[in-house]
């Protein structure tokens, strides 16, 4: 590759505390850590990470959920860190990464929405009819 270009990658770390103590993480989020039965279902701390595979152009997305340290004392808090990057064997021209770009953005945007309920977007992010 003779652009200089290592790789290329667009990512968003969003920051989630909710603004109620007694959340359940099912009215808010669509991406879950699963645990078996019987193993209780309390999960206090969780780091979930998945990398997921997309063709044309040929990249990555890595989705990493868990939770945090909140800013507010006695709150939950989450982040939700979307990942989209070039692959080794895929990486764009310099012409490309404009296109790649818009790709990865509307990618990560889809990622975004499905991971929230309906809940979620109304109450935390004032969208009305998601």
């Known amino acids: 590759n003779s652009s200089g270009l290592s790789s290329v990658a667009l990512r968003y770390i969003n920051h989630i505390e909710p603004p109620y103590p007694d959340v359940e993480?099912?009215?808010?989020?669509?991406?879950?850590?699963?645990?078996?039965?019987?193993i209780p279902q309390i999960f206090p701390a969780f780091l979930l990470n998945v990398d997921i595979p997309y063709e044309s152009p040929v990249s990555g997305l890595r989705?990493?959920?868990?939770?945090?340290?909140?800013?507010?004392?006695?709150?939950?808090?989450?982040?939700?860190?979307?990942?989209?990057?070039?692959?080794?064997d895929s990486l764009p021209s310099n012409e490309e990464v404009s296109g790649w770009?818009?790709?990865?953005?509307e990618r990560i945007e889809i990622a975004f929405d499905a991971s929230f309920t309906e809940r979620a977007h109304?109450?935390?992010?004032?969208?009305?009819?998601?």
Request: hydrophobic share 45%; glycine share 8%.
């Open 25 to 38: 993480l099912e009215d808010y989020f669509r991406v879950m850590p699963q645990i078996p039965q019987p």
């Open 63 to 88: 989705i990493i959920f868990g939770t945090v340290v909140p800013k507010m004392q006695g709150n939950f808090a989450y982040v939700l860190d979307l990942n989209m990057y070039s692959t080794n």
């Open 101 to 105: 770009l818009e790709i990865a953005h």
């Open 122 to 130: 109304c109450e935390l992010f004032g969208e009305v009819g998601k």
